[in-house]
């Protein structure tokens, strides 16, 4: 079965300073994607960022970038310069099967200005 | 594009009693999956349709929960009687079926508690 593992209930940074949440995971897939999404009070999960798992290059998207080492089975998130509006939980996943995801227990990422 | 819409967005309602919930994919999106939320976790798949067949449905609690989706767009999960366990948010999102470009966008899902 397909778990995922966010050991960081809660983190906080200063605004403009960079932050890592980590994740790991495990799966018996040998193609499958990496996902982290935020989601804010709003509710509505937000896709940040994904890794397609046969790819070698981290993923990065402006300020959001991964670390993803497969054979360790880990996938980070480094948020630089973060931002106000970056307060958020923030979710890894992956996806297996039908596309289904499987989710972590979440992060909730404070941002102090 | 519109995004994915959903109703009611909170609801309360007493143990027994039986509720419902909406969801409108976006357009042209034949994947579509009801989540439950239950606080302080992350989201747990309840059912996955494509178009308007059952893919997934391996974590529905059946004696009590049931989804439908008509036509392959609108879809509906109710839950019948409710339970104090049930009070959490529960999220639709859809997918186009091509994996490469499957991102799997998300509503702002209904929050239930059940007293």
């Known amino acids: 079965a397909q778990t995922v593992t966010q050991s960081q209930p809660e983190m906080s940074v200063q605004e403009a300073e960079t932050v890592t949440l980590s994740c790991t995971y495990d799966?018996?897939?040998?193609?499958?994607?990496l996902f982290w999404y935020k989601q804010p009070p709003s509710r509505q999960m937000i896709l940040v960022i994904r890794?397609?798992?046969?790819?070698?290059q981290n993923a990065t998207e402006n300020r959001f970038s991964v670390n993803f080492q497969k054979a360790a089975k880990s996938f980070s998130l480094k948020i630089s310069d973060s931002q106000l509006g970056d307060a958020a939980m923030y979710f890894c996943?992956?996806?297996?099967?039908?596309?289904?995801?499987?989710f972590g227990q979440g992060t909730r990422l404070t941002i102090n200005p | 594009e519109a995004g994915v819409a959903q109703s009611p967005r909170y609801k309360i309602i007493e143990k027994r009693q039986s509720v419902a919930f909406w969801c409108n994919p976006i357009?042209?999106?034949?994947?579509l999956y009801w989540y439950q939320q239950i606080l302080g976790q992350g989201p747990k798949l309840l059912i996955q349709?494509?178009?308007?067949?059952?893919?997934?449905d391996s974590q529905l609690p059946k004696d009590r929960f049931s989804a439908e989706r008509l036509k392959g767009v609108d879809s509906t999960l109710k839950i019948q009687p409710a339970k104090l366990e049930d009070s959490a948010v529960y999220l639709c999102?859809?997918?186009?079926?091509?994996?490469?470009?499957?991102?799997?966008?998300f509503g702002s899902g209904t929050r239930l508690t059940v007293v």
């Open positions: 996943a992956t996806d297996w099967g039908a596309q289904k995801l499987v």
């Open positions: 890794q397609e798992a046969y790819k070698q």
């Open positions: 349709f494509q178009n308007n067949g059952v893919v997934d």
């Open positions: 799966t018996s897939e040998s193609d499958y994607y």
């Open positions: 999102a859809s997918s186009a079926p091509d994996r490469a470009l499957n991102m799997a966008t």
């Open positions: 357009s042209g999106h034949a994947t």
